[in-house]
């Protein structure tokens, strides 16, 4: 995978905040109401969305539950709070600026972890899943939607020439989300293509034990 800085992906996607749910809502719609259906949400439930992005997801989640929604963007923020002032589920929501690859949060924190579209846009994916793994309760689930490398075929070719122009507009397209997921040592439970053309994959997953692999 091409390297890129974590200030860069946060000044594309801040572009992209007047036209991000434009551009990427109902594309990637399915996507994301798959991953909170999976979700064993219950009253008090605790949950961390990594790459909360302009919201999309706030309306969709179990009443009663506590999130945190954090992203790279503060433009991105300010058009998820005002999406989420509006929503009424009784959930407790808050907000913060935060790089998926340095999560500010103690060991063992969250019932749940969802990361919707996040994987492919960081420049070191293994590092995001050891810290999404990191701040899960032992038991708890892990949830990731992402597109991911289609296998050794004339797609996942087309994929790897592809992906340093991707890069510029902030995300990957070569890489298989499955092997960082693995690599961290979260259990992969199962693996859901989602519309359109099953381009994207619904993950879930779940925290087995205390442990986090190296990131070295």
């Known amino acids: 995978m091409v390297k890129i800085n974590s200030n860069y992906i946060g000044k594309v996607y801040s572009l992209y905040s007047p036209v991000y749910d434009l551009i990427f809502g109902k594309i990637m719609e399915q996507g994301r109401k798959k991953a909170i259906g999976m979700l064993n949400a219950n009253g008090g439930s605790k949950i961390l969305e990594i790459g909360v992005g302009t919201g999309l997801t706030i309306g969709l989640y179990p009443s009663n539950c506590s999130i945190v929604g954090i992203d790279i963007s503060e433009k991105m923020l300010t058009k998820a709070r005002k999406r989420a002032s509006k929503v009424r589920n009784n959930n407790h929501i808050t907000f913060k600026v935060m790089d998926a690859l340095n999560l500010d949060f103690e060991d063992n924190t969250f019932d749940a972890v969802v990361a919707s579209y996040v994987v492919t846009t960081v420049s070191d ?36 020439i592809i992906s340093p122009l991707c890069w510029k507009v902030g995300f990957a397209t070569d890489l298989n989300v499955l092997e960082p997921l693995e ?34």
């Not at 994916?125 to 939607?145: A, F, H, S, T, W």
């Open 183 to 216: 690599s961290s040592g979260i259990n992969v439970d199962q693996v859901v293509p989602v519309r359109p053309f099953k381009l994207y994959k619904v993950i879930q997953g779940t925290k087995i034990d205390g442990l986090v692999k190296s990131q070295n």
């Open 125 to 160: 994916p293994l590092r995001v899943c050891n810290e999404m793994k990191r701040v899960c309760k032992d038991g708890g689930q892990i949830i990731v939607v992402n597109h991911s490398r289609s296998g050794n075929g004339f797609l996942g070719k087309l994929e790897d």
